[in-house]
């Protein structure tokens, strides 16, 4: 009996081993699957590339990585500023013009420009006092005769005028040192400028990219392609300038060959063909009133060229899709006046802030005393933009065009 129940025992204790034993026999399972992968891993070696690829670069995290567009300036000056002195032919690179000397004013146009109608060249003021002692030389590469050091020129206005600034407030000689102006300087001042194209461009440029602004002008350029517009029209608008005014017609040999369509080809076409260009509705039917304009009359080169700027405003901002803010950039950076401020720049009032020394940032988060409809002076209030711009009369538009450079607006398009 005894020996049965030992023999049980000793049979059961023998049998212990493979029992916990057992239970470890499922793990080579996991081994063979881990093996399986090691094969498949080996035998797949080759075109592992192709099939590794395509799981790191996952949509999520594409997502996340990616960096949003930066956001668009604070003020849309710089898009709209782009074309406003660009030509239909600034796609052609072209030798800089020379610079020529003209006596200036910084309250009037001295930017050359270019009749609508014609190939004409309009000035507020002559080349030079003329001479006729001598013939046959060009006016455009003769130096001023009579001129003193006190006398505004092209060539020195831009000097006289950051004169000014600096003398009006100390603090402006570090942002003129480091960032000069061609916008006003003698080469800037020597381009021409066709005031239709200029306007025309900143009405398509509303609201949109400066590529998208660029990219529509260029279509509606494409419209009127026709060999005539590449040679000297006959001026049809010589009655803009009667003869012995200030903004005398230069003659035909310093035509500019044309490459933007004239008012009156314009109005030639109707609304849906000039919509074909990416216009919407309402941007053709203001190019279209614009060019109306210019062909009975009542806006001329002559007029741009010599009027004051307060009946400049009212006749430009009496066109439909003319605003304030677009005739004030018109009148700066396409006339090259000099005594221009935007009270309504959202740009110039944050810049304006910067240079007295105020954290933008707070009142940018809201830190400000603007709310509501005055939320939009919440850097600076009106009154005191125009209380300090007032001082550096009259080479506001100088001064503004610096007030952009404080936050290191990017202006670089406006030249």
Not at 175 to 196: T, V
Request: charged share 25%.
């Amino acid at each position: 009996m005894a020996t049965r129940r030992s023999a049980r025992l000793s049979a059961l204790a023998a049998a212990q081993p493979n029992d916990t034993a057992a239970p470890i026999l499922p793990p080579p399972a996991p081994a063979s699957k881990s093996r399986k992968r090691k094969v498949s891993i080996e035998d797949k070696e080759p075109s592992s590339s192709s099939t590794i690829e395509p799981q790191l670069p996952s949509t999520p995290q594409k997502r996340k990585v990616s960096k949003k567009g930066a956001p668009p300036p604070a003020t849309p000056t710089p898009a709209a500023a782009a074309l406003l002195s660009s030509s239909a032919a600034g796609a052609q690179k072209k030798p800089k013009p020379a610079a020529v000397s003209r006596l200036a004013d910084p309250n009037k146009t001295n930017a050359p420009l270019l009749s609508p109608q014609t190939s004409r060249v309009v000035s507020s003021s002559p080349i030079k006092p003329r001479d006729d002692t001598e013939e046959g030389v060009s006016p455009s590469k003769e130096p001023l005769r009579n001129q003193t050091k006190d006398d505004i020129t092209t060539e020195n206005i831009l000097e006289k005028a950051c004169a000014h600034l600096i003398a009006v407030d100390p603090r402006m000689k570090p942002l003129i040192d480091k960032h000069p102006c061609r916008i006003f300087s003698p080469e800037g001042l020597a381009e021409q400028i066709d005031p239709f194209e200029s306007l025309v461009s900143s009405i398509i440029s509303q609201q949109v990219s400066g590529a998208a602004a660029k990219s529509i002008k260029g279509k509606f350029v494409a419209l009127f392609d026709d060999p005539s517009l590449d040679q000297d029209q006959d001026d049809e608008d010589g009655k803009d300038t009667p003869p012995g005014h200030p903004a005398e017609d230069q003659p035909s040999s310093k035509r500019r060959k044309r490459r933007f369509p004239t008012p009156s080809l314009v109005l030639q076409k109707d609304l849906p063909t000039l919509r074909t260009a990416g216009l919407s509705q309402r941007k053709a039917e203001y190019i279209h009133g614009l060019a109306s304009k210019f062909a009975s009359g009542e806006l001329s080169a002559s007029l741009l060229a010599s009027a004051p700027y307060d009946e400049l405003v009212s006749k430009l901002v009496a066109v439909r899709g003319l605003g304030l803010w677009t005739v004030e950039m018109f009148a700066c950076f396409a006339l090259k006046r000099m005594d221009v401020f935007s009270l309504g720049d959202l740009g110039v009032q944050r810049g304006m802030a910067a240079f007295v020394g105020r954290d933008v940032k707070k009142l940018k988060n809201g830190n400000g005393k603007g709310n509501g409809k005055d939320k939009k002076w919440k850097y600076m209030s009106e009154g005191e933009m125009k209380e300090i711009s007032e001082r550096f009369r009259p080479y506001r538009s100088l001064f503004m065009w610096y007030m952009w450079r404080v936050e290191e607006t990017d202006v670089s398009s406006m030249e």
